[in-house]
């Protein structure tokens, strides 16, 4: 703590920043996006720069203004301290869910294309140590900005996504994954219901991929695949105990469910078991020799 702080002049803590961002959280955001994403795309933005936009600058600005801003593009700012000026204070006076939009719309440009000297990997660890530090409701989490904030769920939850990305055949437990994960991190307009769904059918995809038989249900899967992979009696009923809960009469699953009670710590739960148990059964799959690049 600094010394005001062990003094007791200034608070030692803040509230978390659910909805809301004070000046020190702007700050951090806008000192990494100046330094990791401005300065690469144009060396000279940290100087008083009155020269015109670079190539690097203008695809940006093009991309920005057309995809995010939903603007007329020829608005655009001609040069290079103006473009700076104005982002400067997108950042500073817009609400703080406008803010989260825009550098979220950041790192995926970053993510798509290929920009010297900045690394999308980089930008969204140099916003998260942000985002931790001025106590941020939401972390980056490959590529979205999501409402969780435990390390170890977040490790799980992207563990899961990048052993997913890795083989064609998972490519659809893969895409309910970032589904769930996109449904539950809407700020605007989160959809718990079908976030849930989403979460319970990346295993089922998975499951029924190792199974080899695309017709079954997630239960059936794990009957066929609990000898082979040598998945704990435990750990599959507990699965199916879960599973009945999102596809029973008053479950998620229903489709003439029109209004269930579905809460954010709900999704949140799904989301992070179902990606826990996704590893689990990767790991148990290679060690049975399952080789997913086979299949």
């Not at 600058?57 to 290079?80: E, T």
């Not at 500073?92 to 440009?109: G, M, R």
């Not at 809460?263 to 060690?287: G, R, W």
Request: proline share 3%; glycine share 6%; charged share 20%.
């Amino acid at each position: 703590m600094k010394f005001s702080q062990r003094m007791g002049i200034t608070p030692s803590s803040k509230v978390p920043q659910i909805d809301s961002m004070d000046n020190e959280l702007l700050s951090g955001l806008w000192n990494v996006f100046h330094n990791g994403f401005l300065v690469g795309i144009s060396p000279m933005i940290g100087t008083i720069n009155m020269g015109p936009l670079t190539d690097e600058q203008i695809h940006y600005a093009n991309a920005l203004w057309h995809d995010f801003l939903k603007a007329d593009v020829s608005k655009i700012p001609h040069f290079s301290n103006e473009l700076h000026y104005f982002l400067n204070q997108f950042i500073f006076k817009k609400e703080w869910y406008h803010v989260l939009d825009f550098i979220e719309y950041s790192v995926n440009y970053v993510r798509v294309n290929e920009v010297n000297g900045v690394s999308h990997e980089v930008l969204e660890e140099q916003f998260n140590i942000v985002l931790e530090r001025e106590i941020s409701g939401y972390r980056f989490i490959n590529g979205h900005l999501a409402p969780i904030t435990n390390k170890y769920e977040i490790n799980e939850l992207t563990e899961s996504l990048t052993q997913t990305e890795s083989f064609t055949a998972l490519k659809g437990c893969n895409i309910h994954l970032q589904s769930a994960l996109q449904k539950l991190s809407d700020r605007g307009n989160p959809d718990y219901r079908n976030s849930i769904k989403e979460s319970i059918s990346a295993v089922e995809s998975l499951a029924k991929l190792i199974a080899q038989r695309p017709g079954d249900s997630l239960g059936a899967s794990l009957d066929r695949i609990k000898g082979v992979i040598n998945l704990h009696p435990s750990l599959e009923r507990g699965f199916k105990q879960i599973y009945g809960y999102t596809s029973d009469e008053g479950g998620i699953r229903h489709a003439l469910m029109d209004s269930p009670n579905c809460d954010f710590e709900d999704a949140k739960f799904m989301l992070i078991s179902c990606s826990a148990f996704i590893n689990y059964l990767i790991v148990k799959a290679n060690k049975a020799g399952i080789e997913f690049q086979n299949l």
